[in-house]
C-alpha cells in the first residue's frame, strides 16, 4: 500500500509544480491507526522533499514560533504538518454532535466550494482539500503579517 500511494502521489506531484504541500497531521485515535497514518505520512513527506527539493518540514506550532513570533520571512515553498483542527477553524464549524457530522459538514463545504460531488465515503478528499486551502491561508495569514513588519521597519528609516 506505501508504494502504491507513493507512486500515485508522485503522478499527482508531477502535475504542476506545489510552492506549499500540506499534508494532515497524525492523530491518536488508537494505536493501529496512528503507526499507519504516521507511515503514510512519512511517505509524503518523503516523496514530496526528493522530487522538489525541499529540506524543511513545518507543523504548526513551527510556523506560528518562526514566522509569528520571531517574524521570520514565510519561505516561498516548503511542506507543512496541518492538524484536522484546522479544517474546523476553516469552515468555521462552531459544534457537531458527533464524528459523523464533522464529516458531513466538510463534505459539504467542499462540495458547495468547489463544485464537487463527493459522498460521505469521500470524506477523506474533502478533508485533503481543506488541510490545503487552510495551510495555504495559514501562510497568507504569516506571509501577511512578515511583510508588515518589513514596511514598519523601511517606515522608519
Not at 457530522?101 to 474533502?126: C, P, R, S, Y
Not at 506571509?143 to 514596511?151: A, E, G, I, Y
Amino acid at each position: 500500500k506505501l508504494l502504491n500511494f507513493a507512486h500515485g502521489l508522485k503522478s499527482v506531484l508531477h502535475l504542476r509544480k506545489h510552492e506549499w504541500v500540506f499534508i494532515e497531521d497524525t492523530y491518536y485515535r488508537n494505536i493501529v491507526t496512528m503507526k499507519s497514518l504516521t507511515r503514510f505520512c512519512g511517505v509524503a513527506i518523503k516523496e514530496v522533499a526528493e522530487l522538489y527539493g525541499l529540506e524543511e518540514v513545518y507543523d504548526e506550532r513551527d510556523m506560528e514560533v518562526e514566522f509569528a513570533r520571531k517574524r521570520k520571512p514565510v519561505p516561498s515553498s516548503g511542506i507543512g504538518i496541518m492538524s484536522a483542527a484546522q479544517i474546523i477553524r476553516l469552515i468555521n464549524i462552531t459544534w457537531f454532535k458527533d464524528r459523523e457530522d464533522k464529516k458531513q459538514i466538510v463534505v459539504d463545504w467542499a462540495n458547495t466550494n468547489f463544485g464537487l460531488k463527493l459522498k460521505m465515503e469521500d470524506n477523506d478528499m474533502a478533508d485533503a482539500i481543506s488541510i490545503c486551502i487552510a495551510g495555504h491561508n495559514r501562510i497568507k495569514e504569516l506571509s501577511d503579517v512578515s511583510q508588515n513588519v518589513k514596511l514598519q521597519k523601511h517606515n522608519k528609516r
